[in-house]
């Protein structure tokens, strides 16, 4: 399978615990995208990745959030000391600038579920 | 900052007939892309169609079309000959940074 692969597809935890989700893109894309998805809503951009850099951050919901791609290749979100209000899914996505179409490519999401 | 808005949050289309989905959209770019994206009940979203801001021409792909107006931002979706497997939520996006509500599409057989 080479689509984009998100783990763990879901995760209950307690709130203040803190939470990895990981993002593994398609191989040959370099820019790598977060986004979270409330019900009813569409994705909210949170942070993207071209290679390992991380080039937009100011959107991640507070300092409690945090990403990283150290190799350019997959990546994680943390979210620290969870809220309620965190409760929801988490998309990842990948691009390839070589096409230059744009398309980004989904993963499955990451179900938080904070009680 | 950009904005984009799906004034529909639920449509229903018999089976076989064509159905319009509106977007519509706010920036002060010039150039820039426009996508529809298609969530189905728990999978992951796919694109269904994009159109690049400088191109005139409207994009196809087989059965889905758009109506792009730039002038107006308005970038439309229509679905023809509809499908049991078009149900799902569409998405508007402007680039990759601001998607729409979404409007569900429900297909009555």
């Known amino acids: 399978d080479t689509g984009v692969s998100q783990n763990p597809r879901h995760k209950i935890t307690k709130r203040g615990q803190n939470v990895t989700f990981r993002c593994d893109p398609i191989?040959?894309?370099?820019?790598l995208y977060w986004y979270r998805q409330t019900l009813g809503q569409g994705p909210e951009f949170l942070t993207y990745f071209q290679n390992e850099a991380q080039l937009e951050k100011s959107r991640l919901l507070s300092d409690r959030f945090s990403a990283e791609r150290p190799k350019g290749s997959f990546s994680t979100l943390e979210i620290q000391r969870t809220e309620q209000g965190d409760s929801a899914m988490y998309l990842c996505a990948s691009s390839s600038r070589a096409t230059g179409t744009g398309e980004l490519f989904f993963g499955e999401g990451s179900r938080l579920t904070v009680l | 900052a950009q904005t984009v808005t799906q004034s529909q949050p639920e449509m229903s289309v018999q089976e076989a007939e064509t159905v319009t989905l509106s977007c519509t959209y706010d920036t002060s770019e010039s150039d820039y892309y426009l996508f529809w994206y298609k969530q189905p009940p728990s999978r992951q979203m796919i694109l269904v169609i994009r159109?690049?801001?400088?191109?005139?021409q409207n994009a196809t792909e087989n059965r889905f079309s758009v109506n792009f107006q730039k002038a107006a931002k308005s970038f439309s979706l229509k679905i023809s000959d509809s499908q049991l497997g078009d149900a799902a939520m569409y998405f508007c996006?402007?680039?990759?940074?601001?998607f729409g509500k979404g409007t569900r599409l429900h297909i009555l057989p």
């Open positions: 191989s040959e894309h370099n820019r």
């Open positions: 159109q690049e801001a400088y191109k005139q």
């Open positions: 996006a402007y680039d990759k940074i601001i």
